[in-house]
Each structure stands twice: as structure tokens, then as C-alpha cells.
């Protein structure tokens, strides 16, 4: 399985059973169908697994594997990426929703761009109550980008295999968990590799109280070190950094439902 399909999709699942089916129908969805997708259970404490390997049991294009314990990310995206023997290779996560076109979309532009190795596009931003915010694209993100956050979204990219291949995958550093992309992104425009952002939304993130839990302090941590080393490979200016830093702290100690708010005041 694997030598005829153009696309990987890559998922590392941990504690989302509640919204696994749906997040996966939403790729069956794809109106691009040359796909397989790729799962990697990180040690949940529910019934993800049992739930992955059912619907695995329906669908002759699923590869499922399992962590013997939980590992984070960035560690769980390798396995997948051992299974990765395609063209391409798309991220998804568990508890969000791929519109129908992005598979469609994402492939079109990397063919007819060959001088990028990535591509991704704005999300939509929604919770319990609906839809709250949508991101923005239309550009390709220049390396001053890293100086502010992530420049591409990385759960809605799409990467030539060889442009993973070029930086070892995600760096298994316990001080990148929940920064594997930005560093990702990071080792790729260190080696000359370029992206582009689309301009339209073509995927749904889930952002309710579930994923404002999962942003503890010691994430604000591991995003000032994440920072660090991309000021010093990429050579942005130190003073930014320290601006960052100071800013990163003000938003780890803010409560939760403060944060929440200016969240969203943002995205709207």
C-alpha cells in the first residue's frame, strides 16, 4: 500500500475520541482522493485507540501504530513520517475538520510551484458556540516572520516528502513540545526551502475550553527557547526576542478565560 498514492496524511491522536470520526470523515470528504492516511495513538487516557483501529478496520488506505506510552508531537509525527513514502505529505489533526477543496487546492499549487515546498492556509477558529475568527493568507512569509510566530499553520500544510526529508522530520526535544512546528519551519528556511500561504480557509480548528486547557505555562516556556534558537540560526534581531519574551510570560500568566477573551477579540 502506499507506491500509487500522491498524498500522506500525517495524525498523531491522543485523547480525542470525541472528535476523531468526524475529523477523519472530513478527509474522505476531500474532493482530491488520492490519499492515505497515517496514525500514530500517543498514549491516551480514553478510547481513542479503540476508535482509530475500527474505522482503520473500514478503510483499506489507514495506517494505524501506536506509542507504548504518551511521547508528545513531535516524537508521534516521526513514527507517522516512517510510513511516509509519497510525493507529498499533509498534516490533520484529530479534533479538527479539513474542508472538502484543501487536498484539491493544496496539491494544484505545489505542481504548478515547484520553486516552494510548502504550502498551508488560514483556519477557520471555532468552539462550542460556532465559528469566531478566521486567519489570513495570500503571501509567502519572509524569515522576519519566525520574529513574531509560526509562519505557516501547521496543522492544515501540505510539504514536498524530500523538503521533510532535507531536516531529519521534527526535532524530539521535550523543550519544542507544542513548538515542533515552528521549529520545523524554522530548519526548512535555514536550508533555502520556501512556503506559501493561501488566501482562502480551508480548514476548521476546534478551539474550545479543551484546547485553552492544554496551554499550560511551561508551553510559554518551551516558545521563548523555540525563539531563541531561531534569533540565533536565522540571525533576527536580539532586541525582538526580548520584546517576545517578556510579552510570552505576560500571556502564560494570564488567567485562562482573560486569555481566552483577548484570544478571540484578536481573530475577530
Known amino acids: 500500500m502506499g507506491d500509487n498514492y500522491r498524498i500522506s496524511v500525517i495524525i498523531g491522536i491522543y485523547n480525542c475520541a470525541s472528535t476523531l470520526v468526524e475529523a477523519l470523515d472530513s478527509l474522505y470528504d476531500q474532493t482530491f482522493k488520492d490519499f492515505k492516511i497515517i496514525l500514530c495513538e500517543d498514549g491516551s487516557s480514553d478510547n481513542t485507540y479503540e476508535i482509530a483501529s475500527n474505522y482503520a478496520a473500514k478503510h483499506d488506505n489507514i495506517i494505524l501504530v501506536k506509542n507504548e506510552k504518551n511521547m508528545g508531537l513531535n516524537y508521534t509525527l516521526n513514527r507517522c513520517l516512517e510510513y511516509a513514502d509519497t510525493e507529498y505529505v499533509a498534516r490533520m489533526d484529530g479534533d479538527d475538520i479539513s474542508l472538502p477543496t484543501r487536498f484539491e487546492k493544496e496539491i494544484s499549487f505545489l505542481d ?89 480557509c480551508l480548514y476548521m480548528m476546534r478551539d474550545d475550553r479543551d484546547a485553552i486547557h492544554r496551554r499550560k505555562f511551561k508551553g510559554r516556556l518551551n516558545g521563548i527557547y523555540a525563539h531563541y534558537l531561531a534569533h540565533k540560526t536565522l540571525k533576527l534581531p536580539w532586541h525582538k526576542f526580548v520584546i517576545y519574551s517578556i510579552v510570552n510570560v505576560i500571556k502564560g500568566l494570564m488567567p485562562r478565560f482573560i486569555y481566552k477573551y483577548f484570544h478571540k477579540k484578536r481573530l475577530n
Open 112 to 200: 504548478a510551484h515547484p520553486e516552494y515546498a510548502i504550502v498551508s492556509c488560514p483556519m477557520i477558529y471555532y468552539d462550542e458556540y460556532g465559528e469566531f475568527g478566521r486567519g489570513k493568507g495570500g503571501f509567502e512569509p519572509s524569515k522576519d516572520a519566525f520574529i513574531y510566530g509560526t509562519p505557516f499553520c501547521h496543522a492544515p500544510c501540505m510539504v514536498r516528502r524530500e523538503a521533510y526529508k532535507a531536516v531529519d522530520g521534527y526535532t524530539t526535544d521535550k523543550r519544542l513540545l507544542r513548538l515542533e512546528d515552528y521549529n520545523l519551519w524554522m530548519k526548512m528556511f535555514a536550508k533555502g526551502l520556501r512556503g506559501y500561504m493561501l488566501d482562502e
